[in-house]
């Protein structure tokens, strides 16, 4: 019968500087300030294939962990108890989290601008940007001081198809239609 210790593989430090591709004596400074866990034997340090990984996913600046997907991986890297940490600078990552926040909203429905500030405080206390990046992404549309939840099909990859249509908006006149000039 095999034991658990078995199962492991141990990487020389070498092994790991390679992998890694950061100078060998950079990686053993890491390992002997205790920053990587790691075994030393005798001279030599050996490090835990399953611990290096855990320690790469928690030291990582980037959200993305092998088998989650994406999004939820962003979702678990940005909020914090439900609170946004940061707004995200890149663009892709910031279209996430826009589309987290704009299920805030029940579709449908149409809200004052102190409740999209009341509602978007709730995630972060910049609520004038989120407000203004979910308008910009075509996620909520403003009327009038009246704000409501966009289907969002209005944006296609980087594209923007035009103005969501809401019923009784006319084809030209609608919503987003710019004012006649007299």
Known sequence: MQSSFSKKRFLTAAEVAAVLRINHQVLVRKLQAGDIPAYKIGKDWRIEEGEL?????AASNHPRVPGVPAEEAIRNHYFVGGRLKQIPAKRGKRAVVLRILAEA??????YAEEEV????????SDHCTLRRELIMARLLAREKGRYWRTSGSEMVGAEWRGPARRSGDSERGGADAPASRT
């Open 53 to 57: 990984n855990a320690w790469l996913r």
């Open 105 to 110: 909203f029940e579709p449908d429905r149409e």
């Open 117 to 124: 500030n009341e509602i978007l405080g709730r995630f972060h």
